[in-house]
């Protein structure tokens, strides 16, 4: 089968059918093509994988003690320097 070469812009265009799992084989064959020789398209498609892996994570983060500690007495410390300021 002849793959098409796709340019920057087909495949910025295409990347969420590139991203569907279900996407068609000859798809993804010619954006990884293209991915393997254009640096830039690489690091858009780098940075929304991680961008989709970041919203599908149910991962809680913990804060530190110390900084649950500070922020704690950073606002108590704002609310007494100004009280009227959290009824905004």
């Keep these: 089968m002849d793959q ?5 812009e087909e495949v910025l265009e295409r990347l969420s059918d590139y991203l569907d799992e279900e996407a068609r084989a000859e798809l993804c ?3 990884e093509q293209h991915l393997s020789r254009c640096h830039d398209c690489q690091i858009e498609v780098d940075t929304i994988k991680k961008t ?4 599908q994570s149910d991962r809680v983060i913990e804060m530190p003690m110390a900084v649950t500690n500070r922020l704690g007495s ?3 410390a704002a609310y007494r320097q100004n009280p009227e300021a959290s009824n905004d």
Excluded at 52 to 55: A, G, K, Q, T, V
């Design 52 to 55: 989709i892996l970041l919203y």
């Design 74 to 76: 950073a606002l108590a």
């Design 4 to 8: 098409k070469k796709l340019g920057c």
């Design 29 to 31: 064959e010619a954006i």
